[in-house]
């Protein structure tokens, strides 16, 4: 029998003892006064026990995490055709980058991305009523907590100071992919990545992606091809230019967040979410890596 439990409390012990727990990210005003101490992990098992350490049950911004929760609602409502906007290939690039976007006529690479996650947005903003509202709904969902809810003061700190969001909403504009406003599509966008959750909260929001679209309530959602086609790009797609390193290293589909969260899941097994606001130089969390990397180590359980 595998001690979830020790394997959880050494990896914790272990990395909160590093002194370099790299850099908390400060292009959001608001999320720069995060203390870089903080560090939790929760483990919710598909068929078992769960397991938590540290500062789990602490809230934090789930920033581009948010983007696998749009594009699911997106992709469970248009089904294929988000694909006609948008592409599904790694970009090798940082999350912001807009070279590649002139490059291919306003065509994002894949739905992660920034320029992506904006198209997306448009399309939620088309598609639902009260859009803002509908959307924090599905997440409270899937997640069976009405809790959950957006920070406005970090969406109105992102809305102040996001330069390159809004070249990048403009550029996919000027191509004709988007249908509204630039403003109000920025809007939606900087909201949803405003969400807050612990790391328990992350790990039920995610857990409908690796029990084939089922969420904790036994409501299906997506079909399992959906899923299957989400967590694939979660793989190949999730950590930006750090995507190959985080399969090589991790070996799960996962997601990354500048507010230091990361979810990452075994289908069928479970969800595993860390938070630790420090990110490398890819905007990653640095500990979040190191600590999946050592528990899919330790435990023997990856995709491959
Ligand atoms: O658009 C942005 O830059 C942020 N709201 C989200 C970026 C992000 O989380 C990148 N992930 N590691």
Known sequence: MVDYQEI???IYAKLQKRVDKGKVASYIPELANVPKEKFGI???RIKGENYCVG???EPFSIQSISKVLSFALAFSKLKNQVFRRLDVEPSGNPFNHLSLLEMENGIPRNPFINS???VIADMLLSMLDDP???????VQGITNDPTIQFNKTVAASEAETGYGNYAAANLLKSFGNLENDVDRVLDFYFHQCSIEMNCKQLSNAFYLFANRGKCMQHTTHLSI???KRINAIMLTCGFYDEAGEFAFEVGLPGKSGVGGGIVALLPNEFVLSCWSPGLNEKGNSYLGMLALEEFTTQTN???F
């Open 8 to 10: 959880l409390n050494s």
């Open 42 to 44: 929760y483990l919710n």
């Open 55 to 57: 500062d789990w049950e």
């Open 116 to 118: 992506g996650a904006i």
């Open 132 to 138: 803002k509202n509908d959307f924090l709904a599905f």
């Open 225 to 227: 091809n959906q899923v």
């Open 301 to 303: 359980l990856s995709i």
